[in-house]
């Protein structure tokens, strides 16, 4: 069976600390991505891999980095929080050449 | 104009009622289509894909219309557990699918 897992359910950090968001896939998929999302703004993208150390801005990069140091892992990076990251933060990946994207449960990030 | 486009809702239905969604699409040149269906504080999951000839799973029916770009999504007989936001999403070639922000379904008893 499918599986992505991100590392937390629910995380509370403080603005300004700098936070990392864990995301690992079991299936060997060649792409990886980061959503937010956000009441009535729907899923937004932030940044995707197609490969290993590789990485591509989606619609809102700004504000956070990522790391593919693997296949499986995709770490998404906000250097110093903000109230306005807020958000449920998506993994997704997805095979090479297919469309269909498994997500993981997502993580309720709260900045205070 | 916004690539995927979907009324929000939320549509209230009685238990049994067939309800219809549309959503439109902006990029002509889009390839791949499908409905995702996302429960309450969970993630999205593929209800189905949805293909040139229209296709159905059971009590759900998608429909494609290239030339107006829109898709549609049909639900018959709709039951409780149906209740949930139904995303629309397309792929415009080789980039990311775009997710529109979703139609929300409420089916009561």
């Known amino acids: 069976d499918v599986k992505v897992t991100q590392s937390s359910r629910y995380l509370v950090k403080r603005t300004g600390e700098k936070v990392f968001l864990e995301c690992v896939q079991d299936?060997?998929?060649?792409?990886m991505f980061w959503y937010r999302q956000d009441p009535g703004l729907g899923l937004r993208l932030i940044y995707f891999?197609?490969?290993?150390?590789?990485?591509e801005k989606g619609d809102i990069p700004e504000g956070y980095s990522v790391s593919r140091e693997k296949k499986e892992r995709f770490s998404l990076i906000l250097e110093s929080a903000s109230t306005n990251q807020t958000s449920m933060y998506l993994c997704a990946s997805v095979a090479f050449g297919e469309n269909i994207q498994y997500f993981g449960a997502g993580t309720r990030l709260s900045v205070l | 104009r916004k690539e995927v486009e979907q009324d929000p809702g939320p549509f209230n239905v009685p238990e049994g009622a067939t309800v219809a969604f549309n959503c439109t699409y902006s990029?002509?040149?889009?390839?791949?289509f499908f409905w995702y269906r996302q429960d309450c504080r969970k993630e999205p999951k593929l209800l189905m894909s949805v293909y040139s000839s229209g296709n159905e799973d059971g009590r759900f029916t998608a429909q494609l219309n290239r030339a107006s770009q829109y898709i549609s999504l049909l639900i018959r007989d709709s039951k409780l557990s149906d209740s949930a936001t139904y995303l629309c999403?397309?792929?415009?070639?080789?980039?990311?699918?775009?997710f529109g922000k979703g139609t929300r379904l409420s089916v009561i008893a």
């Open positions: 990029n002509s040149a889009s390839q791949s």
């Open positions: 891999s197609y490969d290993v150390k590789m990485k």
């Open positions: 999403v397309v792929k415009p070639g080789n980039t990311p699918l775009v």
């Open positions: 299936m060997d998929h060649e792409n």
